[in-house]
């Protein structure tokens, strides 16, 4: 079975939704721990709650980039995971970081790359007035918020849609997409060639999520 670990630095409603279908047996997996960059991280105590090993390795205490991540990878590698997953992880990571986990490092992005790299996704969504948005997880490479594409779910824009209320539509396909790549993964099938993902026995199994109907 695969041993998965999660890395969040918030409120961790990705991470919730990864333990849960874990719980319910919809993913086979094993949940090795979860890592926060920051001590405040709400996601933690819902960890905590649904037994999952939690740890901090604090970012703001060490002097740089490079220091912060020896100490994340020892985290990281003490736990043995075939799959790293950024569900809600905030620091960008080095080239040699990514490199040291290539294939196996996921990270799940509120926008339709590569649309709208970096922050402020729905806001900038908005204002360009695209009438479909929504959510990637990617396998990560050293080029932020890029990299093969494993899923992506999508949602109409509304006329009355604020930044709060389309972030909480895009959220809650997030939330099942996430999943839904988690599980391929560990079910050995996601095959990365040429900057592309093939999911063997096709995407059929994630039919609605992909093209929701436009309201
Ligand atoms: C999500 O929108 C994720 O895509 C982005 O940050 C948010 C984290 O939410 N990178 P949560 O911590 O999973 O609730």
Same mark, same amino acid.
Not at 110 to 119: D, F, N, T
Not at 142 to 150: C, E, F
Not at 204 to 207: F, G, K, R, S, W
């Given at each position: 079975m695969k041993r998965v670990a999660i890395l969040i630095s918030g409120r961790g409603s990705n991470m919730a939704a990864l333990i849960s279908a874990v719980r319910d047996g919809k993913i086979d997996a094993t949940l090795v721990g979860v890592i926060s960059? =920051?001590? !405040?991280?709400?996601g933690l105590a819902i960890a905590a709650r649904e037994g999952v090993a939690t740890q901090v390795v604090e970012h =703001?205490? /060490? +002097?740089d980039r490079a220091t912060f991540e020896v100490e994340l990878g020892r985290a990281i590698d003490a736990l043995e995971p075939d799959l790293i997953v950024l569900a809600g992880f905030m620091r960008v990571l080095s080239a040699a970081f990514v490199e040291r986990y290539a294939g196996r490092l996921m990270n799940i992005h *509120? +926008? $339709? $790359? *590569? %649309? /709208? *790299?970096? $922050?402020h996704t729905h806001r900038k969504a908005l204002e360009d007035g695209v009438r479909i948005h929504g959510c990637t997880v990617h396998f990560v490479t %050293?080029? @932020? !918020?890029?990299?093969?594409? @494993?899923a992506q779910g999508a949602v109409a824009v509304r006329d009355d849609d604020n930044e709060a209320s389309l972030a909480a539509r895009v959220l809650d396909v997030e939330h099942a997409i996430l999943s839904h790549a988690v599980r391929w993964f560990c079910a050995d099938r996601l095959v990365i060639g040429g900057g592309a993902v093939r999911v063997k026995q096709g995407r %059929? !199994? @994630? *039919?609605a999520l992909i093209v929701p109907l436009a309201e």
């Open positions: 960059n =920051r001590a !405040d991280a709400a =703001r205490a /060490y +002097s *509120p +926008s $339709l $790359l *590569p %649309a /709208y *790299p970096g $922050l %050293a080029t @932020v !918020d890029h990299g093969p594409i @494993v %059929a !199994d @994630v *039919p």
